[in-house]
T-cell receptor, first 116, second 114 residues
Framework: AQKVTQAQTEISVVEKEDVTLDCVYE???????LFWYKQPPSGELVFLIR??????QNEISGRYSWNFQKSTSSFNFTITASQVVDSAVYFC?????????????FGTGTRLKVLA | DAGITQSPRHKVTETGTPVTLRCHQT?????MYWYRQDPGHGLRLIHY???????DKGEVSDGYSVSRSKTEDFLLTLESATSSQTSVYFC?????????????FGQGTRLTVV
């Protein structure tokens, strides 16, 4: 069965600090996709990034970077030089592809508070 | 932004009454999903659809039913609302093409059962 664990319930940092949000997943499929979503205080869910199981290349987008390691079943998200606008709940998600059902399973989320 | 509209956006209803939430998309995506969001539980899948009239249960489907008679509409019905169904409900869509595997979400519906 597929499962996503975000062990960090809440993290508080001071502006300009770097912060890493952890995500550990479980799946039996060989083909799967991993995602990160941001939910700001306004409530909408914003897609940030996807990763395919066959592509372990890490990615950087501005202050955001993602580290995908199949060996540890982890897909961690780092924000460099955090800003107050980064305050949000961040969700990691997994979608298996082998079964063809394409369900998206989410972790419980990590609430990030960036203090000025 | 993906064309997803949820209605209503807010609803207060009484215990025991039926409630229907609507998700409408203009993207012609094949896959549609209903999630509920509760503190400490993140987003949990209620039901999903992989085509017109093709639906299946998610992890928290008890007390909910769905219907999809057209590609663009996915309805979630609470047959007899209970206080435990007070939540924020999100609809999501996906086309699962090789280029686009991510899901896009509607704005959410805040449902309060009193």
């Amino acid at each position: 069965a597929q499962k996503v664990t975000q062990a960090q319930t809440e993290i508080s940092v001071v502006e300009k600090e770097d912060v890493t949000l952890d995500c550990v997943y479980e799946t039996r499929d060989t083909t799967y996709y991993l995602f990160w979503y941001k939910q700001p205080p306004s409530g909408e869910l914003v897609f940030l990034i996807r990763r395919n199981s066959f592509d372990e290349q890490n990615e950087i987008s501005g202050r955001y970077s993602w580290n995908f390691q199949k060996s540890t079943s982890s897909f961690n998200f780092t924000i460099t030089a955090s800003q107050v606008v980064d305050s949000a709940v961040y969700f990691c998600a997994l979608s298996e592809a082998d079964s063809g059902t394409y369900k998206y399973i989410f972790g419980t989320g990590t609430r990030l508070k960036v203090l000025a | 932004d993906a064309g997803i509209t949820q209605s209503p956006r807010h609803k207060v209803t009484e215990t025991g009454t039926p409630v229907t939430l609507r998700c409408h998309q203009t993207e012609n995506h094949r896959y549609m999903y209903w999630y509920r969001q509760d503190p400490g539980h993140g987003l949990r899948l209620i039901h999903y659809s992989y085509g017109v009239k093709d639906t299946d249960k998610g992890e928290v489907s008890d007390g909910y039913s769905v219907s999809r008679s057209k590609t663009e509409d996915f309805l979630l019905t609470l047959e007899s609302a209970t206080s435990s169904q007070t939540s924020v409900y999100f609809c999501a869509i996906s086309d699962r093409s090789l280029r686009n595997t991510e899901a896009f979400f509607g704005q959410g519906t805040r449902l309060t059962v009193v």
